[in-house]
C-alpha cells in the first residue's frame, strides 16, 4: 500500500503531500489537482507517460510499507529509482457513459476480461464473455442489476448486423432497450460490478465516484469499495457529499488552491476545531458549507484566517 505522496511539478501541482489510507477519497474545488493526484499514483504503478504540462524537474516521491521511492522526470520519460518498493500495476477507471454504452467486437475465448480504456469502452464485450465462461455468474449479476432498476427484467447482450456486441435489457412487459438508450445509472452499475472480476491490480484508481449514480446507489458502492480494500488499494476522487459522509476524518484529503505556490493537501481530519465541528456537521455537511474554493480557508486555518 502506498502510505504517502509527494509531488513536484506535475501538472499544477507544485509541491503537494499527503498520507493515504487503504480507501482514500480526494476532494475539492473544480481545478484542484485532484485528477493529477490520481495520474501521479499511475506513474508510481509503472503506468506509461501521462501528459500533464510536466515540469523539467517532475518528481513523484512515495513510501511503501515503510520504504521510500521515487519517480521523476528526466526531460523526455519517467524513471524509477526504486522500483522494487512500488506496488505494480494500477487499474484507472473515469466511465463515460458514451464508452459504456458504445457496441465493441466480443472478446477472443482466451482473452483476459478488461476495459478498452478508463472511460469503459467494451463493457459489453465483457458481459458477453462472462455469459459464456460463467453463465451463472452472469445471470446472478444480471437480475442483480435488475433488482436496482425494478423496471427492467432482464439484462443481456445482442449482436448486431456487423458483428458487434450491445448491451440488451429487457423491459417488463417485453420492450428491449439497447446500448445508448440504456439509463447512465444502469451502465455504471454494471461496470462497477464487474470491476473485481478484471485482472488484479494492486490499485485502483477512480475519478469522479459518483458520476452517474443515484446517491442511494453511492452508498451501496462505496460499501463494497471498502470491501475490496481489503486486498487492495483504492483511492477515488469526489465531490459529492454523500461519499463524504461514508469515510473517515483521516480517509479523506481536501484539495485547495489557497497557496500561491499551487494547492496545498489536508486530511479532514486534520482541519481547524475538527472534533468540535465533527458535533454539528457531517463530512458532507462540511463540504457543503465551506468547500466551495472561495472559504476553504475556515474549514483548513479556522473562521476569519486568510490562511
Same mark, same amino acid.
Given at each position: 500500500m502506498i502510505e504517502a505522496v509527494?509531488?513536484?511539478?506535475?501538472?499544477?501541482?507544485?509541491?503537494?503531500?499527503?498520507?493515504?489510507?487503504?480507501?482514500?477519497?480526494?476532494?475539492?474545488?473544480?481545478? *484542484?489537482?485532484?485528477?493529477?493526484?490520481?495520474?501521479a499514483l499511475r506513474l508510481v504503478a509503472g503506468a506509461p507517460n501521462v501528459d500533464r504540462g510536466l515540469a523539467d524537474r517532475a518528481a513523484v516521491s512515495y513510501i511503501v510499507d515503510g520504504k521510500r521511492g521515487e519517480v521523476r522526470f528526466d526531460g523526455t520519460r519517467f524513471v524509477d529509482d526504486h522500483?522494487?518498493?512500488a506496488p505494480v500495476g494500477a487499474l484507472f477507471l473515469a466511465f463515460e457513459p458514451r464508452a459504456l454504452a458504445k457496441p465493441c467486437p466480443p472478446l477472443a475465448d482466451d482473452a483476459a476480461l478488461g476495459f478498452d480504456g478508463p472511460e469503459g469502452s467494451g463493457l459489453a464485450a465483457i458481459f458477453h464473455a462472462l455469459g459464456i465462461r460463467?453463465?451463472?455468474?452472469?445471470?446472478?449479476?444480471?437480475?442483480?442489476? @435488475?433488482s436496482l432498476f425494478p423496471h427492467f427484467e432482464a439484462l443481456g447482450v445482442a449482436f448486431r448486423p456487423d458483428g458487434d456486441v450491445e448491451l440488451q435489457a429487457t423491459l417488463i412487459g417485453g420492450?428491449?432497450?439497447?446500448?445508448?438508450?440504456?439509463?447512465?445509472?444502469?451502465?455504471?452499475s454494471l461496470a462497477y460490478t464487474l470491476? =473485481?472480476?478484471? =485482472?488484479?491490480?494492486?490499485?485502483?484508481?477512480i475519478d469522479d465516484i459518483e458520476r452517474g449514480l443515484h446517491p442511494a446507489r453511492v452508498r451501496m458502492l462505496l460499501a463494497w469499495l471498502r470491501d475490496l480494500s481489503a486486498d487492495r488499494q483504492v483511492i477515488l476522487t469526489t465531490r459529492s457529499p454523500v461519499v463524504l459522509d461514508e469515510l473517515?476524518?483521516?480517509?479523506?484529503?481536501?484539495? *485547495?488552491?489557497? *497557496?500561491?505556490?499551487?494547492?496545498?493537501?489536508?486530511?479532514? @481530519?486534520?482541519?481547524?476545531?475538527?472534533?468540535?465541528?465533527?458535533?454539528?456537521? *457531517?463530512?458532507?455537511?462540511m463540504w457543503l458549507e465551506y468547500c466551495d474554493g472561495l472559504v476553504d480557508a475556515d474549514l483548513i486555518y479556522g473562521p476569519g484566517s486568510a490562511g
Open positions: 509527494r509531488i513536484v511539478g506535475l501538472g499544477p501541482l507544485v509541491d503537494l503531500k499527503f498520507a493515504l489510507t487503504p480507501l482514500h477519497a480526494l476532494t475539492g474545488p473544480d481545478d *484542484s489537482g485532484k485528477t493529477t493526484v490520481l495520474d522500483a522494487a518498493s460463467d453463465p451463472k455468474m452472469a445471470a446472478e449479476i444480471g437480475e442483480g442489476i @435488475c420492450t428491449t432497450v439497447r446500448g445508448a438508450q440504456l439509463g447512465h445509472g444502469l451502465l455504471f470491476v =473485481p472480476l478484471l =485482472p488484479y491490480a494492486p490499485l485502483l484508481l473517515e476524518g483521516l480517509e479523506v484529503t481536501l484539495l *485547495s488552491r489557497l *497557496s500561491e505556490n499551487g494547492p496545498i493537501a489536508v486530511r479532514l @481530519c486534520d482541519t481547524a476545531n475538527y472534533e468540535a465541528r465533527r458535533l454539528v456537521y *457531517s463530512h458532507g455537511q
